[in-house]
């Protein structure tokens, strides 16, 4: 399945409650909620590389499907992780967090959630 495109930020819910679970500060929070992120996603077979733009801010990550590689978090943090390739899923658990991107034509569907929580 080909994921390669580039996708606006329509909606997100619970990002208060998320982001504050995951550390960032109350400013940075309100700073971010009303800004819509662009993530552009490039895919050469197994690998990927995917530059979410929010505001000022880029964040870039490349990977391999199934191979370790240092990953930036939200909060700027690069930690080591696998990313794994289930159907139409991208799925990544990051310090707690479990990250599920879901591709379904145009549409693109992200959950994160604290692991041991309930979902936020």
């Known amino acids: 399945m080909a994921f390669a495109g580039k996708y ?3 909606s997100h819910e619970n990002f208060e409650p998320f982001m504050k ?5 109350d400013e940075l929070i309100q700073k971010g909620k009303d800004i ?3 993530s552009e996603i ?3 077979g197994d690998h990927f590389k995917v530059t979410v733009t929010t505001g000022t801010k ?3 990550n490349s990977f391999t499907v199934g191979q370790e590689a240092e990953l930036e978090t939200m909060t700027g943090e690069k930690i ?6 289930v159907g ?11 990250s599920v991107t879901e591709f379904n034509g145009d549409t693109v569907t992200a959950v994160s959630m604290r692991l041991g929580l309930e979902l936020l």
């Not at 899923?89 to 479990?98: A, P, R």
């Open 88 to 98: 139409n899923k991208l799925i990544v658990s990051l310090k707690g967090i479990e």
């Open 8 to 10: 606006q930020l329509e």
């Open 58 to 60: 880029v964040m870039v």
């Open 42 to 44: 490039e895919q050469n």
């Open 21 to 25: 679970a995951i550390g960032l500060s």
């Open 36 to 38: 819509k992120s662009v």
């Open 80 to 85: 080591k992780s696998t990313v794994n390739l």
